[in-house]
T-cell receptor, first 113, second 114 residues
Framework: SAVISQKPSRDICQRGTSLTIQCQVDSQVTMMFWYRQQPGQSLTLIATANQGSEATYESGFVIDKFPISRPNLTFSTLTVSNMSPEDSSIYLC??????????FGQGTRLTVV | KQEVTQIPAALSVPEGENLVLNCSFTDSAIYNLQWFRQDPGKGLTSLLLIQSSQREQTSGRLNASLDKSSGRSTLYIAASQPGDSATYLCAARDSGGSNYKLTFGKGTLLTVNP
C-alpha cells in the first residue's frame, strides 16, 4: 500500500485567488492522479502527472486553470487558479500500486467565497 | 465510454444486519474493480480490489463479487456496525489503452443505526 499526505486538508478562499495543493507519497511512483469531487457528485479525473513531462489533462480541464507540477517521483502539486464558487470541491490525489490498486490522499476541501 | 451506477443511493439499516450494495458498469472489458469507503469530507479508503480474472474477494466482514459478463459487482457487509456508516464507492478500471483510468459511481450512503 501507499501512504499519501495531502495538504492543506481544507481551506476557504476568496474568488479570483489561487490555491496550491500538495501531495506527498511515501514511495516512488511513476504516475500521480488528481481528482475533483464536486458536492454530491462522484470523482472526476482532472489530470495525470508524470515526472519529467507535462501533465495529461482530461476533457474539460485545462492547464491554465489547473497547473500541475511533478518535480520528482514522490511529490506533486495542483493549483486551482482564478477561483470561483464553482471550484468549491474536494480535490484528491491518488497513486496506483503495481497491482493497479488505487490509493488516495485524505483530500483537500476547498470552499470559494 | 464506461458508466458506473450504484444502487441504492442511500441505505439505512439497524445494527447487526447483513446488507448488499450494488454496482453496475456498462463496458464489461474492465481490468479490475475496486470498492472504496469515504467518510464525510474525507479521502477514499481502499476496501477491496477484484481483478478481472477473479470472482470475489474477502476482507473481514466484507465480501465483494464480480460478474464481468453481466457488468455487476456487489459488496456484502456482514453484521453491520455503526462504524460502517459512510459512503461506499465502486470504481471500474478500463482495460484499454488508458488502463490506469478509473470510472467511479456516485456511491451509496450507508447509515447503520445503533
Amino acid at each position: 500500500s501507499a501512504v499519501i499526505s495531502q495538504k492543506p486538508s481544507r481551506d476557504i478562499c476568496q474568488r479570483g485567488t489561487s490555491l496550491t495543493i500538495q501531495c506527498q507519497v511515501d514511495s516512488q511512483v511513476t504516475m500521480m492522479f488528481w481528482y475533483r469531487q464536486q458536492p454530491g457528485q462522484s470523482l472526476t479525473l482532472i489530470a495525470t502527472a508524470n515526472q519529467g513531462s507535462e501533465a495529461t489533462y482530461e476533457s474539460g480541464f485545462v492547464i491554465d486553470k489547473f497547473p500541475i507540477s511533478r518535480p520528482n517521483l514522490t511529490f506533486s502539486t495542483l493549483t486551482v487558479s482564478n477561483m470561483s464558487p464553482e471550484d468549491s470541491s474536494i480535490y484528491l490525489c491518488s497513486v496506483v500500486s503495481l497491482n493497479t490498486e488505487a490509493f488516495f490522499g485524505q483530500g483537500t476541501r476547498l470552499t470559494v467565497v | 465510454k464506461q458508466e458506473v451506477t450504484q444502487i441504492p443511493a442511500a441505505l439505512s439499516v439497524p445494527e447487526g444486519e447483513n446488507l448488499v450494495l450494488n454496482c453496475s458498469f456498462t463496458d464489461s472489458a474492465i481490468y479490475n474493480l475496486q470498492w472504496f469507503r469515504q467518510d464525510p469530507g474525507k479521502g477514499l479508503t481502499s476496501l477491496l480490489l477484484i481483478q478481472s480474472s477473479q470472482r470475489e474477494q474477502t476482507s473481514g466482514r466484507l465480501n465483494a463479487s464480480l460478474d464481468k459478463s453481466s457488468g455487476r459487482s456487489t459488496l456484502y457487509i456482514a453484521a453491520s456496525q455503526p462504524g460502517d456508516s459512510a459512503t461506499y464507492l465502486c470504481a471500474a478500471r478500463d482495460s484499454g489503452g488508458s488502463n490506469y483510468k478509473l470510472t467511479f459511481g456516485k456511491g451509496t450512503l450507508l447509515t447503520v443505526n445503533p
